[in-house]
T-cell receptor, first 114, second 109 residues
Framework: EAGVAQSPRYKIIEKRQSVAFWCNPI?????LYWYQQILGQGPKLLIQ????????DSQLPKDRFSAERLKGVDSTLKIQPAKLEDSAVYLC????????????FGSGTRLTVV | KQEVTQIPAALSVPEGENLVLNCSFTDSAIYNLQWFRQDPGKGLTSLLLIQSSQREQTSGRLNASLDKSSGRSTLYIAASQPGDSATYLCAPLSNMLTFGGGTRLMVKP
């Protein structure tokens, strides 16, 4: 089966600019997650979708971050305006609804804010 | 709130050694626990998934154990190889998948 697809692979922007990341989950996976991983740390959950509805966005900085999942498939994560501390790898993951199954992660998007 | 701790944070060993990576978590009400591998600049690759009702899982040279009641999991790597060099992340699943800080492993030829 195809994995979780993410693009772009790398992005460099100046602070105060905006940026968007795209994720296409594994076909049939109802649940989609965005994680932020700062260098040297474990990933931190930003937002969780079940189909096209938000399940948990308690750790999403809503003043500058937004995310949507159109038609319950692809998802986009946006940062506007970016800050230096947003430099990180943004990971997308998907899973089947049943908690018997694990998560599958994409390769991530490495964002550098200068 | 789930908190996950991984010990040691970094480990450097000669090739051929058997290794033990430790993970502890505060909320024992989990559905399962996954161990991931992350190579520099790459995404996460799932190594093993242990259901809450299981005690251990094995895949090749890897064996993961789970003691849910005490909030502990251990990843054993047998006969380590330079290709095993990576960061290993433990992630229990409760209401969300929560990660530890990882163990950075270097296996020297």
């Amino acid at each position: 089966e195809a994995g979780v697809a993410q693009s772009p692979r790398y992005k460099i922007i100046e602070k105060r600019q905006s940026v968007a990341f795209w994720c296409n989950p594994i076909s049939g996976h109802a649940t989609l997650y965005w994680y932020q991983q700062i260098l040297g740390q474990g990933p931190k959950l930003l937002i969780q979708f079940q189909n096209n509805g938000v399940v948990d966005d308690s750790q999403l900085p809503k003043d500058r971050f937004s995310a949507e999942r159109l038609k319950g498939v692809d998802s986009t994560l946006k940062i506007q305006p970016a800050k230096l501390e947003d430099s990180a790898v943004y990971l997308c993951a998907s899973s089947l609804t049943d908690k018997l199954y694990g998560y599958t992660f994409g390769s991530g998007t490495r964002l550098t804010v200068v | 709130k789930q908190e996950v701790t991984q010990i040691p944070a970094a480990l450097s060993v000669p090739e051929g050694e058997n290794l033990v990576l430790n993970c502890s978590f505060t909320d024992s009400a989990i559905y399962n626990l996954q161990w991931f591998r992350q190579d520099p600049g790459k995404g996460l690759t799932s190594l093993l998934l242990i259901q809450s009702s299981q005690r251990e899982q094995t895949s090749g040279r890897l064996n993961a154990s789970l003691d849910k009641s005490s909030g502990r999991s251990t990843l054993y790597i047998a006969a380590s190889q330079p290709g095993d060099s990576a960061t290993y992340l433990c992630a229990p699943l409760s209401n969300m998948l929560t990660f530890g800080g990882g163990t950075r492993l270097m296996v020297k030829p």
